[in-house]
């Protein structure tokens, strides 16, 4: 079954799908990056943030976006960049995908 989203309901609706995978993240220090997002039951991060404004991403997170309300890869990145930015209040500029998992520090060898 098919929805039509107007185009001014489209963020809104968006923001509240990312709030139901992505609202509740809880902050780290990391390694690579300044500040590590990641569920209180997840073993990797699900986002990671460096000054002056770069997020970086799991990738599968975009592909899940752009499928299921049929966005592009650049509309993506935007949207959630928009919404990080309004959840966790850190600017983004720039939002980074990766395909490599964003481990957490304990699980780094020295």
């Known amino acids: 079954m ?3 989203i107007t185009e001014s309901k489209l963020e809104q609706t968006i923001f509240k799908y990312l709030d139901m995978d992505f609202g509740g993240l809880e902050s ?17 991060n699900e986002f990671g943030w460096k000054e002056p404004g770069t997020l970086t991403i799991q990738r599968d997170i ?7 309300f049929m966005l592009d890869i650049n509309d993506s990145l935007n ?17 980074k995908l990766t395909r490599f998992l964003l481990m957490d520090k304990k699980y780094l060898i020295t």
């Open 28 to 44: 780290d220090d990391g390694l690579l990056f300044d500040v590590v997002f990641k569920s209180s039951e997840g073993d990797y």
């Open 79 to 95: 949207l959630i960049g928009k919404w990080f930015q309004d959840r966790y209040n850190l600017p983004v500029d720039k939002v």
């Open 2 to 4: 098919k929805y039509i």
């Open 62 to 68: 975009t592909e899940k976006l752009t499928d299921f």
